[in-house]
């Protein structure tokens, strides 16, 4: 299992998936009371175990994401 700051620096290299991590643990269903402005307080918050199942859960749809930017540019 990586530790927090391997994940942190993973999302960190990747903006757009920062961007998303940062959406996700701000959303209204996971009913955190404070706004998380930091990948690192976003995983203190939500845990390295739900992180990764939220990747997962991701890992589908960038692929199919990947495919269709791809078609667009062709």
Request: hydrophobic content about 45%; some cysteine.
């Amino acid at each position: 299992l990586a530790s927090m700051e391997q994940v942190e620096q993973q999302l960190g290299q990747d903006p757009v998936l920062a961007y998303r991590f940062l959406r996700y643990v701000n959303s209204a269903g996971l009913g955190f009371d404070r706004a998380i402005d930091s990948l690192r307080q976003g995983l203190v918050v939500l845990g390295l175990s739900r992180t990764a199942n939220w990747l997962r859960d991701l890992l589908p749809l960038a692929s199919q994401i990947g495919r269709a930017s791809c078609r667009e540019r062709v």
